[in-house]
């Protein structure tokens, strides 16, 4: 990856969850507005990596980050670090569409809110601009004052990005993003991902090794919390150095 | 043989609905039939006089009001926020504990029972005397259990899938409880505030010993007064009226109901 633009470093990563450790020694490199993916098989903390580049792993008792995670030359983990900022940076969609419980405009609405927008102008440019990045805008624009949760899976999904969008981040985690989707819903959002790659930097958490195929630039393969292999997505896939990394994606195990 | 149990068991499940629906029709009928020819304006619009024989029920229906509006004035805030406590922010395990068993153990504590605190402590200890103020106050403690317990529920229903989303927008916790995980829950906070409406409202043992039962439109929180069920309760225990008994309980009822009706109308409209 020399050629590339670093977004995120992360150097010698370790998460304990109490006595369990959950991720050993990981180190690499994520560039700048290109996608990664992070596969491997369940429980091998591909999730649990994600969380660590936005510092959700604060929320959880016991849980103990060891290591660096540099975000544009500045360790996230050091105390001067505001989590609020960070995670305004460092945005987030998670495994299942999670509408909050009021109206599609107050769901996109929401980041923008919490971080001091007031003025209606702003937020009706804000939620019609979001709306549109996340190819959502022309089938909820007349419904705009209606539950988010009425809104197909699917929606709720890029609706869910287009609230992260709000609040204009400069990298996205998504954690299995599709997982809960139908295919065709499945293929518009990933057709969305590679479009958000021109202005952001992506990071894939999927056990869908096609998807990470169809969708990455890069590929990541951790096993028991161990990073295997990490390069080019076409390098992994087609000519793997390490022989679990071809296991895992001739598919005998996982 | 399976089929004849089949058929038994469900003969049972039947006929008990049946039996509750049943029970309730016929307390309502009775009440409505028994207690629909004393209600008239007057009967509504003046206060009772010599002893309840005459006159109408003014002065009960703003005891009643009154002591609820303030049983749950009290007991709202502190039962919502002693179940965020819990749900939200409480990490010990042996606190939460102590806490749910104690609100427990007060929701199964009888009426009278409170009625006697209050009495020793809001009416003598603190002076207040029989009171509309004191009667609010033990009516709250009846409340607290009832509306912490479904705050607490509400509250857990939220699914943490929001809770993640809102902090990975970058927001901190106060703002996620009160932008998101409260509104969240709001409506079935408020089912609990109305289910205790109706138990406080209609409450006759712990008024009686705390609210007292003189005649007269409280014009003060220290005033004492006589709302609804204990009006209800000296009619018909001591024979003074048995139609204008039944006449009060209608009026309980009504009200009861009108005000539950609101609340669901609010919450349609809310959401």
Redesign the interface.
């Known amino acids: 990856m020399s050629e590339e633009k670093i977004k995120i470093e992360v150097r010698n990563l370790n998460l304990f969850y109490g006595t369990f450790q959950a991720l050993r020694d990981i180190s690499l490199q994520i560039p700048e507005k290109r996608i990664t993916a992070i596969i491997g098989p369940s429980g091998c903390g591909k999730s649990s990596f994600l969380r660590t580049l936005?510092r959700?792993h604060d929320?959880i008792?016991g849980a103990v980050v060891k290591g660096e995670v540099i975000l544009d030359g500045r360790n996230i983990y050091t105390d001067s670090v505001d989590?609020?900022?960070?995670?305004?940076r460092v945005?987030?969609v998670?495994q299942?569409p999670?509408a909050?419980?009021?109206s599609v405009y107050d769901n996109v609405a929401?980041?923008p809110?919490?971080?001091g927008v007031r003025r209606k102008r702003q937020l009706d440019e804000i939620v019609e601009k979001s709306l549109k990045m996340a190819n959502l805008w022309e089938e909820v624009k007349d419904r705009l004052h209606e539950?988010a949760q009425n809104l197909s899976g699917g929606q709720q999904q890029r609706l869910?990005i287009a609230?992260?969008l709000a609040?204009n981040p400069e990298v996205i985690l998504m954690d299995e993003p599709a997982s809960a989707l139908d295919p065709i819903s499945t293929a518009r959002l990933e057709e969305l991902i590679i479009e958000l790659k021109k202005n952001y930097t992506i990071v894939i958490v999927t056990h869908n090794l096609q998807q990470a195929a169809r969708v990455s630039d890069y590929t990541a393969f951790l096993l028991n919390g161990e990073l295997v292999e990490v390069g080019r997505t076409q390098e992994i896939f087609v000519n793997p150095k390490d022989k679990r990394t071809e296991d895992y994606i001739t598919g005998r195990f996982g | 043989m399976r089929k004849e149990i089949d058929a038994f068991l469900t003969a049972i499940v039947v006929m008990g609905s049946l039996l509750v629906v049943g029970i309730l029709i016929a307390i309502v009928t009775q009440v409505v039939v028994l207690g629909l020819p004393e209600i008239s304006w007057e009967f509504l619009a003046t206060e009772a006089a010599a002893g309840g024989k005459t006159g109408g029920i003014l002065n009960s229906i703003v005891a009643t009001l009154l002591i609820t509006f303030i049983g749950i004035l009290i007991a709202a805030p502190l039962g919502v926020g002693s179940a965020v406590y819990l749900e939200e922010y409480s990490?010990s395990n042996r606190l939460n504990g102590i806490i749910t068993m104690s609100v427990e153990t007060m929701a199964g504590i009888p009426s009278i029972v409170y009625g006697l605190f209050g009495l020793v402590f809001f009416v003598i200890m603190l002076g207040w005397g029989w009171s509309i103020l004191a009667g609010g106050c033990t009516l709250a403690l009846m409340a607290l259990p009832l509306i912490m317990r479904t705050s607490q529920e509400a509250i857990r229903a939220v699914?943490n899938?929001?809770r993640?989303?809102?902090?990975?927008?970058?927001?901190?916790r106060e703002?996620t409880l009160f932008?998101?995980v409260l509104?969240?829950a709001f409506p079935g906070i408020l089912s609990g505030i109305v289910l205790s409406v109706g138990r406080i409202a209609g409450e006759t043992a712990a008024v009686l010993l705390t609210a007292g039962s003189a005649l007269g439109i409280p014009r003060s929180l220290f005033d004492t007064a006589r709302p609804l069920p204990v009006h209800l309760y000296i009619l018909a225990s001591e024979g003074i009226s048995m139609s204008k008994a039944y006449g009060t309980a209608l009026v309980l009822i009504v009200l009861v109901l009108v005000f539950n009706f609101c609340v669901y109308r609010l919450r349609k409209i809310l959401?």
Do not use: D, I, W
């Open positions: 936005n959700l929320l008792p989590v609020v900022e960070l995670r305004k945005g987030m998670f299942r999670c909050f419980p009021m929401y980041g809110r919490l971080h539950r869910v609230r992260v609040v | 990490t699914s899938e929001y993640e989303n809102s902090m990975a927008l970058g927001a901190s703002q932008r998101l509104p969240a959401s």
